[in-house]
């Protein structure tokens, strides 16, 4: 485990160029796969025109207690050790998942299966037409929609990105965008198809088709920090990138946590040991934590969510964007006087 980091709030930007058409097709040389802002996506308009869409419902606004639908039963099995504790809950075992739950693999090619499984590609939630942003939320909704999800649907995620270096921060991600538009009856398998192989379970070479379905989307904005909140004061900050990245240079006050500390080979930590690797956080004040797109920070995030933390994600990608205009403002000012 390597030592927490904190950073002084003077002299740490670094200015990076951004090769966003290479990160965002997550070639080999990337550091991490491109998943940018969430709600820079979300224009007032936007978001004007999904609250009125007939696609949302009143009843489907989310709610935070983390209950289990009402229209259909948890994605684990009753006798799961995975039910002992709401944290825990979030994880599941390939011989706990339920008989209907639907499998939603997020890997960019994956090469086999879970039988029954959806494949949705997490690449798919990214704009391709403009590297700022993920698709706006209607456009997510109906990605999912077509691949027979619906929000109500108790849902198991897999998934990785080798080119990220592989491990399940394809499956936390996808995890957190699905809580984002207000899925509550969601888990990850716990160690991927790896795991479900391991246990001597077969695998198939190709995904389900499933019956088109409708998604309507209750966003939760409360999961992800903007430029304002993080720069506040108001919350704990983690660079969850790598110690190299975090010395050349984060977002004033942050603490580095690499995401991989999370996790055992592809597995994430038990409990006991993520207390023991946040330890120098505390659960009475938020925590925002980053990395440079996203993908990777959702590891961190899934883990604190887990454990009772209020945890927001953020990328430093939107920091260096806001420093940068912050600066070009301040100097228009400077030679307007």
């Not at 004061?233 to 006050?253: L, M, N, W, Y």
């Amino acid at each position: 485990m390597s030592e927490l980091k904190p950073a002084a709030w003077g002299g740490m930007r670094a200015p990076a160029i951004m090769l966003l058409t290479v990160a965002l097709f997550c070639s080999s040389a990337s550091a991490e796969c491109y998943v940018c802002t969430f709600l820079d996506s979300l224009a007032k308009e936007t978001i004007t025109s999904i609250l009125s869409s007939d696609s949302i419902s009143e009843a489907g606004r989310a709610n935070s207690s983390g209950q289990p639908n009402q229209d259909g039963n948890p994605a684990v099995t009753e006798d799961s050790e995975d039910m002992v504790a709401p944290s825990i809950d979030m994880l599941v075992k390939p011989s706990n998942i339920a008989g209907n739950a639907i499998i939603l693999d997020g890997s960019d090619y994956p090469g086999s299966f879970i039988p029954g499984a959806v494949h949705i590609s997490y690449r798919e939630f990214v704009d391709i037409n403009n590297t700022a942003c993920l698709k706006n939320i209607s456009d997510i909704a109906r990605i999912l929609g077509d691949a027979g999800i619906s929000r109500t649907d108790p849902l198991v995620v897999y998934g990785e990105c080798q080119p990220c270096g592989g491990g399940p921060s394809t499956a936390t991600y996808v995890y957190w965008l699905l809580r984002y538009m207000g899925h509550e009856d969601i888990r990850v398998l716990n160690g991927g198809i790896d795991a479900w192989m391991e246990a001597g379970l077969p695998v198939e070479n190709s995904s389900t088709t499933r019956p088109k379905s409708t998604y309507s989307p209750a966003f939760r904005e409360d999961l992800y920090a903007n430029y304002d909140y993080a720069k506040s004061g108001k919350a704990q900050i983690v660079d969850a990138r790598s110690v190299e990245e975090f010395e050349r240079g984060t977002i004033p006050g942050s603490i580095n946590i690499p995401y991989d500390e999370a996790l055992d080979g592809k597995i994430i930590r038990a409990e006991s040991e993520l207390e023991g690797i946040f330890s120098n956080l505390t659960k009475n004040k938020p925590v925002v934590v980053f990395t440079t797109t996203g993908t990777k920070a959702s590891v961190i995030w899934f883990s604190l969510d887990m454990l009772g933390y209020d945890a927001k994600m953020y990328t430093y990608r939107d920091w260096q964007k806001a420093e940068r205009e912050e600066r070009r403002q301040l100097e228009e000012m400077n030679r307007s006087k």
